[in-house]
């Protein structure tokens, strides 16, 4: 599909069981390009009846159709046959992305280039699934343990970066052989269906993937409550994801949350100043900072306070900000209007609390339609204000200033979020010391926002748990079963533990 063709999608319709079905809500809701403002595509608002539909043909496709019976190394072929599809087709899934949420085509381009490698690196380890033997101490019994696929899993994505975060889960639970009900956002579901064209294309059974498209009450909800879902794979607000994880307790059904975060971007007086602030700038207005790793507060040592704020405002003002399919631009528009009008309001919640406005905080004067809004740098940030606390998901930056290592360290960890950090400085030792030192998941040592297939992702305190990607991502879809071999036919004490 060329990117016009792209833009005359047609209405869609949702994949269940193989069979690209009207809703049976009959219900449609519009996806709007937060560039343009108009609607772009007409996707199926799906409700209670599609989840449950969903979830029988993910179950039973799990427990009777060919692919609970096929090998690793089958299931591998498959998904290297959909990294294939994914790598011809990147274009028309970038420009789907783009439309959606405004993100850019550059950014997005690189996104969707990266995509296959978290299939095919999973591929490789669906015909390497073993299990362990156990050396038992108890001499007459042969014990080994078999990793198992958890089953059926209610996969959750959020608007900011939906085939890459859908992959996060897609990729190896379809290594361990699980089957999947993916509900994307409903401000991004096009790439999504698009996608699924391609898990069809590549020759998946009938409903391995079934994809429902909907909103958090109508579709979310009943699919993280429904007990045929084995297991609950989400990404989204820690608000969502606390409601999320209490609903699955109602069925028990194990969960991975990858929620919202509030990183910290920490800058010693010895480090190399011009790295930093690139650093500084790829953590916060790079995707317009919705990232959940956004680099949203910057802790500076107050000896280079001056000198790097006066970097990071320089390079802040020469930011492209416009079309988001444009590749010279820099910053797009944010994703949606009610998110539009929330980051806005961090804009007033930062000056109602003193900190002291030294860019941005307004629309661009040359951009007076479309949901843009100037990078925007807070000064004189106090770390218990909002716009230091709480996850904006937006280009606002909050800067802390710090005298020593132990200021840096408590600063950084006052934060209810742990997802990431980065660390900017040329002394080593104290470089692993911060690493250790800080509450999160994630830390870059004179990096920032860097990601693979092959390194684990997750976050501390009310940033989530569960691990994403990696061979540790594997084992968020698989069950271990220990198998007991009695071998030299010893009648045993009924009466005694074995
Ligand atoms: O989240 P929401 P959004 C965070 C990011 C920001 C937020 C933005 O920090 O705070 O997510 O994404 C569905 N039961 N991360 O606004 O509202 C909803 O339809 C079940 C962190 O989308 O939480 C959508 O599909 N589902 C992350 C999804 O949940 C429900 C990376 C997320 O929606 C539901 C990206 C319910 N009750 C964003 N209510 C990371 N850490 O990697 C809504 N949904």
Known sequence: MTVAEVGEIEPHRLLVGHEWVDSLSTETFSSIDPYTGKSWAEIPACGPEDVERAVGAARLAFDDGPWGKMTGADRGRLIRRLAVLVDENAEELAVAEVRDNGKLLREMRGQMEALPNYYEYFSGAADKIGGDVIGSSKPNFFVYQLLEPVGVVGAITSWNSPLLIAAYK???????????????????SVSTILFARLVEEAGFPPGVLNVVTGDGPNV???????????????????????????AAASHLAKVSLELGGKSPNIVFDDADLDAATSGV????????????????RLLVQRSVHDELLSRVVDRTAA?????????????????????????VSFVAAGLEDGAELIFGGKRPDHLPEGLFLEPTIFDRVENGMRIAQEEIFGPVLSVISFEDEDEAVRLANDSSHGLAAGVWTRDIQRGHRLAKAIQAGT???????MVSHDVPFGGYKSSGYGRENGLEGLREYQQTKTVWVETEGIVRDPFKLG
Request: charged letters at 15%; a negative charge.
């Open 281 to 296: 700038i790829a953590g916060i207005f790079a995707a317009c900072g919705q990232s959940c790793v956004a680099g949203s």
């Open 220 to 246: 979310g909800e009943p699919l993280v409550s429904n007990p045929g879902v084995d297991k609950i794979a989400f990404t989204g607000s820690t608000v969502t994801g606390k409601r999320v994880a209490s």
């Open 443 to 449: 830390v870059w040592l004179n990096a920032y926002r």
């Open 170 to 188: 897609l990729a190896p639970g379809l290594a361990a052989g699980c089957t999947f009900v993916l509900k994307p956002s409903e401000h991004t």
């Open 319 to 343: 930011i492209t900000i416009g079309n988001p399919l444009d590749l010279e631009t820099e910053m797009g528009p944010l994703a949606f209007q009610a998110h539009y009008d929330r980051v």
